[in-house]
């Protein structure tokens, strides 16, 4: 008997202008660019080529889960109009508490920064653990909503990605975690076991 398998095809949102400033914003909102909105059509062709059959509709995966930012918003209007997006607080940019507005090298800094071991830093930012553990709970949750398996289309965050990658690939490599982002204009793709 064949396993069932959940494919998740997440897109990261669209460019926007704190990213060609380095400038990390976490949950403060941002609206795309005129280039984060050329990658979202993008996008969009290319989940339309992955369709089993052509079509100018987009219509295979069981369902559309977002970001409730802005961006993601924007993003998945972009790249699947046809859904009504179910927007999900477990697929938001990482809390940056009092960290607002720093790089993303002097984030990488924070000695907390990747804790392992503790959900939120000192100043209240959450930290890889805490990202790690509201993804479970949306896969968990995810798997038991769609038993028979097929494909979900997130719109998220790089950050909500790397939870994704880490959790399915089973990485357990600190150094490993920290190696990882998912551009603008790529999807990604990951496979949950039913």
């Keep these: 008997m064949a396993t069932k398998k959940l494919r998740l095809v997440v897109v990261r949102h669209g460019e926007t202008p704190s990213n060609l400033t380095g400038v990390v914003t976490g949950r403060s909102e941002d609206n ?4 984060g909105k050329a990658q979202m059509v993008k996008i969009r062709e290319e989940l339309l ?11 295979f995966p069981l369902a559309v889960y977002a970001s409730p930012m802005k961006r993601c918003i924007e993003s998945a209007q972009i790249i699947a109009p046809e859904y009504d997006p179910i927007y999900d607080d477990r697929l938001a940019e990482r809390d940056l508490g009092e960290m607002g507005n720093y790089t993303i090298d002097e984030l990488w800094e924070q000695p907390l920064w990747n804790s392992l071991e503790v959900e939120r830093m000192g100043s209240g930012a959450e930290t890889l653990l805490s990202g790690l553990t ?4 949306f896969t968990d949750e995810l798997k038991q909503k769609y038993p028979d398996g097929g494909d979900i289309l997130l719109v998220t965050h790089s950050f909500i990605s790397r939870c994704l990658w880490i959790i399915t690939e089973n990485i357990t490599d ?10 603008n ?9 039913l």
């Design 49 to 59: 080529s992955m369709q089993p059959t052509p079509g100018s509709t987009l219509a």
């Design 185 to 193: 204009d790529e999807i990604r793709e990951y496979i949950l076991t």
């Design 134 to 137: 509201r993804v479970r709970e």
């Design 174 to 183: 600190p150094a490993e975690m920290g190696n990882f982002i998912h551009p």
């Design 32 to 35: 795309l660019t005129t280039n």
